[in-house]
């Protein structure tokens, strides 16, 4: 049993947690939910075992380190963050069909992780560029922005669905949603947690360049996707603050606002730059 | 005295168009969007690069907008300007109104209570039993509130976080201020490299994107260069050891590796890259065809040897990484003369993975490369920006910026009381500048909480 096991079968208990979710809302058992909530439980459990296992792991191959630098360290810990976050949301405002929504972006994630076959799960050593402090809290700070804003894109999809409701056939379906305001107004809290972890992640990569090579910024193009995704979130809070937009401009915004956020997780990895260590 | 008017009016209308948020959310997206293209094309590649991928024409328009350069063009520069003067101009022309909330005295929530309130219930004790136990509740809540009688009832006004309206004006300040150290670095910055062998020591640098020197003042000597590799064979670190000297005499002496520069005078050297020296010295040996005697020979770079029983001499010419030997490519290689008596002089290569290649020439001697002490040089990168200190100051502002902006917000609450036929009626109106929904639930949990409230035991705990 090891670390790499332990996170492939979390996958599949993220997806069982997504399963319930959608079950719960679709056929409106909502006894379901409760169990689901449990099943997430369980996937954080596995999911902060399989990170730590694999820490262990590193020192056990006298390597010796947090595991959050490539692809596969980076997607565990992305679902291991939207995890956590959609249940202190739950814990919070009682809406378990968001459960619906943000679970099976952990369990894609995860799946990514464990499934695809150009993301490795070695074990590799640090290059000299990645040897640290300011990796961890790069890192860390990084995905639970990019984990907020991916939470902040399920309610605006939900948003945009509820918005549909005209009382016909799915409105049963549609009425177990959460009311518009509360939908806008908690995406609005995710976008704002996001913001500011995001901001934190930027800036906290700024002083280890610095320290790295000399530069605190050098327009390379995962910086320069970062600074895009966070002009596209300040845009979203000007417009809501300053100017009024609610509802579904900001739901649609919010999901442009994702979509910018995984291409400078994902795509950026097709670009030559300073980066790379992210990709494989 | 009459053409004033027209000019203020300018100066109003430039000043209106800068206090627009319009203009904020317009610069924000342009920067997003013109941002995109800098990662789609390649910058600061070579002009025939360029020309080869996109075609003559497109190469002359991209090259008219700096599109190859285009974080650092006249146009890119010009938006984070606007944005800067957006900012600032935002800033200024708010801050009276914020600051008026922020220092002003007074408590004001008269237009409250013309709203819903958000919660409401009845107790059955009289307004004048709860009047302590509500006051003292609430100020554990809110350290502003004051108690109103008002007849028969009361009213309890409260307030908290009036100082958190500054965190707005404190994220745009850092901005601000990191776009200022920004403005510092290039200005009195530098960023350069420099190549030091070992042992060696310079005491001049090259500017980066130009040909331009730099003297340092001082000298910096590497004594050493080392990089160590995984079984994996990937890098594991590269090391350099430092030594500033001043006048001849050493005053610092670091080991350098990436993640932690040796810092001088202002000046930063960083780690970044390193590359092999040709060797100085090479150990050469002959072997006899005839006898397999063999004799060994060090010699330094560009010298002659003699070869052993008079058959001639050899002079080493250069060293090359890698060698190509008749379309081949057979690796590191010295190259060298060979003359023999009564034989034109040839050129001939000795490659260092085949130390049996020299038997092809069939010669009497079988020359090869024993071993060669092969140096390093280290690549590092010098900086120096004074700006550094000032955008990390903007930095810690911006953080702490955002999360006052928000997670913490201005929150007014008023408590009404009033009598009842032998109870009280108790609503509780408030707002928040954000987070309305989170302060809601707030309100009603503190509605529960007074509700809960008994007179009778506050008494009792207070005797």
Known sequence: ?280 | MNNNAPRKNRLDALWGFFTSVRLTVVVLLLLAATSVVGTLIPQNASPQAYIQAYGEFAYRLLHVFNIFDMYYSWWFRSLIAILAVNITVCTIHRWPSIWRIVASGKLRTASLEKRRPLTEFSDRHDPRELREGYRACIRRKFPRARLLQEGKGFRVVAERGRWTRLGVPAVHLSIVVILAGALIGSFFGFDGFVNIPEGGSVSQIRLRNSDATLPLGFEVRCDDFDVSFYKSGSPKEFRSSLVILENGRKVLEKDIIVNDPLRYRGINFFQSSYGPMPPKKITLTFTSRDSGRTVRHQVAMGRSVALPEGGGRFTVGEYRRDYRFRGVQVGAAVLGVLERPGQAPAEIALPLRFPTFDRMRKGDWILSVAGLEEAYYTGLQVTRDPGVPVVYAGFVLLILGCWVAFFMSHQKIVVDVRPSAHSSRVKIFGTANRNRLGFENKVRKLGAELSRLSPETQQGESK
């Open chain 1, 1 to 280: 049993m090891n670390s790499s096991w332990i996170l492939s079968v979390t996958t599949f208990i993220y997806g069982l947690a997504a399963l319930l979710y959608l079950a719960a809302w679709v056929f409106h058992r909502e006894g379901l939910n409760r169990p689901a909530t449990w099943v997430v439980g369980l996937g954080v459990a596995g999911n902060t075992a399989g990170f730590a296992l694999r820490w262990v792991e590193s020192y056990r191959m006298g390597i010796g380190r947090i595991p959050l630098s490539n692809l596969y360290e980076s997607l565990v810990f992305f679902s291991l963050m939207i995890a956590v976050i959609y249940l202190v949301v739950e814990h919070k405002y009682r809406q378990p069909t968001i459960g619906a929504f943000a679970l099976p972006l952990a369990t894609l994630s995860l799946a990514y992780a464990s499934l695809a076959p150009n993301v490795s799960d070695r074990i590799q050593p640090l290059l000299p560029a990645l040897k640290s402090n300011w990796l961890t809290v790069h890192v860390i700070t990084c995905f639970i922005g990019y984990a907020a804003f991916a939470i902040a894109f399920g309610l605006g999809a939900m948003y945009l669905l509820k918005r549909d409701d005209n009382g016909t056939g799915t409105a049963a379906l549609l009425s177990a949603i959460p009311p518009r305001r509360v939908l806008d107004e908690l995406g609005h809290q995710m976008v704002l947690f996001g913001f500011l972890f995001l901001s934190a992640g930027i800036l906290s990569g700024a002083v280890w360049a610095n320290s790295a090579w000399g530069r605190y910024w050098g327009w390379d193009p995962k910086e320069t996707w970062s600074l895009i995704t966070w002009f596209v979130y300040a845009t979203l809070l000007h417009a809501r603050l300053m100017r009024g937009w609610r509802g579904k401009r900001i739901a649609v915004f919010s999901m442009v606002g994702f979509a910018a956020v995984m291409v400078t997780y994902f795509g950026v990895n097709y670009l030559p730059g300073l980066h790379s260590y992210g990709a494989g």
